[in-house]
């Protein structure tokens, strides 16, 4: 028996080191993108206080400053550009550093609720973060990109850690119902219900539907629960209403209006995004999820315990459609705003995949052979984005350096020779050869020149 026990243990040590090697290793790969991937675009906005001309972020007062600003003449994503802002204002590797701790995070908080009541799951860690690599169709919008995944990063991390309450709950039940638990998910509620549009209306439904299904099934609605749908609400709320939201639908209808896009026409485009969207990226991953649900009902399982792994799988991807179909309401919809659906997918497959019975040999070999290909693949993509991702950094870089030239020459207006390799990939592309695009006008400002523009193609 004590042999039996020191292997055991032993075992689980083993089980416990490739864990963490796991984790680090997805830590090493993302925070390589991080550091390589340069400030663009809403970047340099961001490093300003909101509303200011030129005086740059320099402490959180600033930044709160900023926020209010922003908040009644912009947008209502107060949370996800105050973290923005937070990141551009550290150093920069510490703010990639950061960034990468959020998506390892992220990526663990998925392997929590696929892999509870599971064993140990090295792999499975692994898996997560190589599905999320492959099926984010904007990878870099919302992971790399500092402005974005304050956004759709940070944003959807702070939705998960709120709902993995409801989740956990369904699931093994709860210990304490205290008004300090309350306060706690109060808060965590107010802050998933401010960050992004879509994803906060989602949640709010994900929330009723647990409550109504603890109430169909006769459980305990503990306090908590309640307080936590009446802070995700007010977050909402906070969100939605933001002077500063209509603002930028008028700039965003009159851009519109100058390509011809006025009423129906603009509802038009907003479902015809929508429902493509949901055939290109949303529709291939609901196919895996029906493969693996068919595996996973040959799989001899606790009738108990399936029906609630069904369940909760079932409810993550209603949450996830409505999600989807929330941004027809939107006139423009962006690839990025994907993320959080498709985090939401992700671990709807993955609760199901994670308990399929994989003792039958055929089930254990594809499962082996699917994992290997996987894992070759993602190996052989990273290399050559991270590549691609280094030749862009090096050339922006490069930029700089013919900035600080030009400017200690005494030049301030900087017409760039050379243009911006693999143009539109990885969501850098270059700057127009006008300067008075505001991309050239935030470059400008960032760098301290008076205007810059891009070479013709031709050139």
């Not at 107010?190 to 647990?210: D, F, H, Q």
């Not at 999600?323 to 959080?340: D, T």
């Amino acid at each position: 028996m004590k042999a039996l026990s020191f292997y055991v243990e032993r075992g689980n040590r083993i089980t416990l080191l490739l864990t963490l090697v796991s984790i680090l290793c997805v830590f090493v790969l993302i925070y390589g993108l991080n550091y390589l991937y340069p400030l663009f675009a809403d970047d340099w906005t961001y490093s300003f206080i909101y509303g200011s001309d030129n005086v740059r972020i320099g402490n959180v007062v600033d930044i709160l400053e900023s926020q209010y600003n922003h908040y009644y003449t912009w947008g209502g994503r107060s949370v996800g550009h105050f973290i923005a802002q937070l990141l551009l204002m550290l150093d920069f590797r510490l703010a990639c550093f950061i960034n990468t701790i959020a998506y390892v995070i992220l990526v663990y908080l998925l392997y929590l609720i696929i892999n509870k009541c599971n064993k140990v799951n090295p792999i499975l860690f692994f898996l997560l973060h190589i599905a999320i690599f492959f099926f984010q169709p904007a990878f870099y919008d919302a992971v790399i990109w500092k402005t974005g995944s304050a956004n759709y990063l940070w944003g959807t991390l702070f939705c998960f850690i709120f709902i993995y309450r409801y989740y956990s709950y369904y699931r093994m039940g709860a210990r304490s119902d205290n008004l300090a638990k309350s306060v706690q998910i109060f808060v965590l509620g107010l802050i998933a219900g401010w960050t992004n549009e879509n994803m906060s209306v989602a949640i709010i439904i994900y929330v009723v539907l647990c409550l109504f299904l603890l109430f169909l099934e006769k459980k305990q609605v503990p306090r908590w629960a309640i307080v936590g749908l009446i802070g995700v609400s007010i977050g909402c709320i906070l969100l939605l209403t933001a002077p500063g939201n209509y603002i930028r639908l008028e700039v965003t209808k009159r851009g519109l209006a100058e390509r011809g896009l006025v009423g129906y026409d603009l509802l038009y485009l907003s479902i015809r995004n929508t429902m493509k969207y949901l055939w290109h990226y949303v529709l291939p991953l609901l196919f895996i999820y029906l493969v693996f649900l068919f595996l996973y009902y040959k799989s001899p399982k606790n009738l108990l315990v399936r029906r609630q792994i069904i369940i909760s799988s079932v409810l993550l991807i209603l949450t996830a459609i409505i999600a989807h179909l929330a941004m027809i309401v939107s006139p423009m919809f962006h690839l990025r705003s994907l993320f959080g659906i498709i985090i939401l997918l992700i671990a709807s497959i993955g609760l199901i995949y994670a308990n399929i019975d994989y003792r039958k040999i055929h089930i254990k070999v594809l499962n082996f052979l699917m994992i290997n290909i996987l894992f070759l693949i993602f190996g052989w993509t990273y290399y050559k984005q991270y590549n691609d991702v280094s030749t862009i950094s090096s050339f922006w870089h490069n930029r700089e350096d013919f900035i600080k030239e030009q400017k200690n020459k005494g030049i301030d207006t900087i017409v760039f020779t050379e243009r911006s390799p693999m143009e539109h990939k990885y969501f850098i592309y270059e700057m127009s050869t006008e300067p008075n695009v505001w991309e050239n006008i935030e470059y400008s400002r960032y760098y301290g020149v008076r205007w810059v523009k891009a070479p013709s193609k031709h050139n």
